[in-house]
T-cell receptor, first 114, second 113 residues
Framework: KQEVTQIPAALSVPEGENLVLNCSFTDSAIYNLQWFRQDPGKGLTSLLLIQSSQREQTSGRLNASLDKSSGRSTLYIAASQPGDSATYLCAADPKNQAGTALIFGKGTTLSVSS | DTAVSQTPKYLVTQMGNDKSIKCEQNLGHDTMYWYKQDSKKFLKIMFSYNNKELIINETVPNRFSPKSPDKAHLNLHINSLELGDSAVYFC????????????FGEGSWLTVV
């Protein structure tokens, strides 16, 4: 059964630093890998979706990579800002079939200090 | 214009009560979900409906009953509430069963006392 792990659980960095958040999954049979952001008291906002056939996706200062063979994805945040402080969750979408849904990691809580 | 809206946002209730959380999406999506986020922030699927039909029903106590009157609505009814039901419940929707971006509501904070 698919399991998703995120390391580290929490990360504190000074403003301006580039950083990498890690996500690993146990079953490479995925349809896609998605990254979300969750602010305190709020829902999840989709950041990036990487299809299984893709290696990476970029949106502004965010770049997500996917290596299915090793069961890993990374979210790179360039030039971090205090507004990036949030919990970042990755989720694996199992192979396209009925009876499946996104399987989430427990998230990495990022704090960017000014 | 809220894409996925759920009500109430906060709910405090006593053990043994029955309560409902409502969800509506205006994105025209076919698939809707209920997720539960526990005190350790772990987010786990509970139910999923596609075009009003139940397609995912995870190991959830049968005190939880979803209802989808149409594909834009997915409500969650909980009978005989227990302390352990305290959590944040998120509604979400997506264009199809899988392979798509999923859109979440802002959550309903349920506290059972």
């Amino acid at each position: 059964k698919q399991e998703v792990t995120q390391i580290p659980a929490a990360l504190s960095v000074p403003e301006g630093e580039n950083l990498v958040l890690n996500c690993s999954f146990t079953d490479s049979a995925i349809y896609n890998l998605q990254w979300f952001r969750q602010d305190p008291g709020k829902g999840l906002t989709s950041l990036l979706l990487i299809q299984s056939s893709q290696r990476e996706q970029t949106s502004g200062r965010l770049n997500a990579s996917l290596d299915k063979s090793s069961g890993r994805s990374t979210l790179y945040i360039a030039a971090s800002q205090p507004g990036d402080s949030a919990t970042y969750l990755c989720a694996a979408d199992p192979k396209n079939q009925a009876g499946t849904a996104l399987i989430f990691g427990k998230g990495t809580t990022l704090s960017v200090s000014s | 214009d809220t894409a996925v809206s759920q009500t109430p946002k906060y709910l405090v209730t006593q053990m043994g009560n029955d309560k409902s959380i409502k969800c509506e999406q205006n994105l025209g999506h076919d698939t809707m979900y209920w997720y539960k986020q526990d005190s350790k922030k772990f987010l786990k699927i509970m139910f999923s409906y596609n075009n009003k039909e139940l397609i995912i029903n995870e190991t959830v106590p049968n005190r939880f009953s979803p209802k989808s009157p149409d594909k834009a609505h997915l409500n969650l009814h909980i009978n005989s509430l227990e302390l352990g039901d305290s959590a944040v419940y998120f509604c979400a929707s997506s264009p199809g069963i899988s392979g798509n971006t999923i859109y979440f509501g802002e959550g309903s904070w349920l506290t059972v006392v």
